[in-house]
């Protein structure tokens, strides 16, 4: 499964990029959109319809397996603004019928892709068996999650990620060593992921198996593998942005109790007389 550093939008994010089609059913869409915005004709041709849902559904997948209602939504609005032919009459907001395709076409192509037996983690820990036993529903990525479940590199397989995983407890038992464990640690983010968002450990099973998850150094690397963000870097730039606002507030809590301490030694005085 294609990693990419976005996620389908959510409320508040930008809009999603509505893919070009091929050049046959874009001749067919781009004429449409002319009768539409001359006399306002909606398109209805069930070619472009299979292909349209084909083609959102191939490059929702690359994003996310389980996409939300929301960004169910998010697409279709997308849709709509760029191909106004497209919208539906009957529908109070010509959407409708697009979300429900959408969403009955993902199912299809999660069975597709489950079909053709190729790794897809997202898949796997959503699989039937283990939804059954899981009473929270599905595993989808939260907000920032953009590396959420990455496949594990080619050529490998769980065995052999077991193996480096081994071979890292030896690591960090040495010193002067940082070199080789990140290296280590980069490799095996994937198998890491699957561990932590499938079988949830605790705490303490983390910390015998990931012993070096725990360093500052690593820490920070395991934030940027998962949301591509620096830690350090971003966390100085808000408090560069922040800082003068909570000078400011603090500046107003010291005349604040200052003032108060003013009026309460009035009011002792007063009451001493």
Known sequence: MKVLHHTVPNHGQDSFDIPPF?????????????????NGTLLNNPKVTRSVLEKL??????????????????????????????KEP????GMYGWQQRIKYKMANYRAKVRGLQIACPELEVNSSRKMTSRPKGLKRPKKAEVNYLPPLPHG?????????????????????NNKIIS?????????????VVDQMPVVPVVMERWPAL????????????????????????????????????????WDFRHKNKKCVGVTQSATDR
Do not use: W
Request: aromatic share 12%; glycine share 4%.
């Open 156 to 176: 490998e397989t769980k065995e052999t990620m077991e193996e480096e995983r081994v071979v890292l407890l030896t690591e960090v038992k040495k010193t002067n």
């Open 22 to 38: 091929s050049f046959e059913i874009q001749l067919l869409l781009e004429a449409g959109n002319r009768a539409y915005n001359a």
């Open 90 to 93: 009957g529908s109070f907001n």
């Open 183 to 195: 290296e280590k640690m980069e490799k095996t983010f994937p198998y890491r992921r699957l561990e």
């Open 214 to 253: 725990f360093y500052e150094s690593q820490v920070k690397e395991e934030f940027k593998r998962i949301t591509t963000i620096n830690l350090d870097r971003t966390f100085l730039t808000k408090m560069d942005f922040y800082t003068p606002k909570l000078l400011t507030v603090q500046d107003k809590g």
């Open 57 to 86: 559904a191939e490059i929702m997948f690359q994003y996310t397996a389980y996409p939300t209602g929301i960004q169910v939504m998010h697409v279709v609005e997308a849709l709509a603004e760029k191909y106004p032919c497209l």
